[in-house]
């Protein structure tokens, strides 16, 4: 079984910068897809980014966040990071970690299995 916990939310000015954390307790995540969603208030869950590490480290991002987000891993300490930089308010959501036991990648949140509680990221001057 793995549980994830997301840390590293909170208040941010526009063109700052965050880094969540997503801790799994459990099984490790080597053989996961590790991803982040976000959900803005009203709005359905959405991909951000995700990390596939067995046939090499293959990362995927939404368009909305390519080139100022970062996905990385730490499968020693089962953590997987997304560095968040350039942010706006767009980026308003509550940050969720997610998992599936497969190395097939998928963007659909419903594809996987395994989610944190989720972190609240609040962009705002």
């Known amino acids: 079984q793995v549980q994830l916990v997301e840390s590293g939310g909170g208040l941010a000015r526009p063109g700052a910068s965050l880094t969540l954390s997503c801790v799994s307790s459990g099984r490790t995540f080597t053989s996961y897809v590790v991803a982040w969603f976000r959900q803005a208030p009203g709005q359905e869950r959405e991909f951000v980014a995700l990390s596939r590490l067995r046939g090499g480290n293959t990362t995927r991002y939404a368009d909305s966040v390519k080139g100022r987000f970062t996905i990385s891993r730490d499968d020693a300490e089962n953590v997987v990071y997304l560095q968040m930089n350039s942010l706006g308010p767009e980026d308003t959501a509550v940050y969720y970690c997610?998992?599936?036991?497969?190395?097939?990648?998928?963007?659909?949140?419903?594809?996987?299995?395994?989610w944190g509680q989720g972190t609240e990221v609040t962009v705002s001057s």
């Open positions: 997610a998992a599936r036991h497969t190395s097939i990648i998928r963007f659909e949140a419903d594809e996987y299995d395994h």
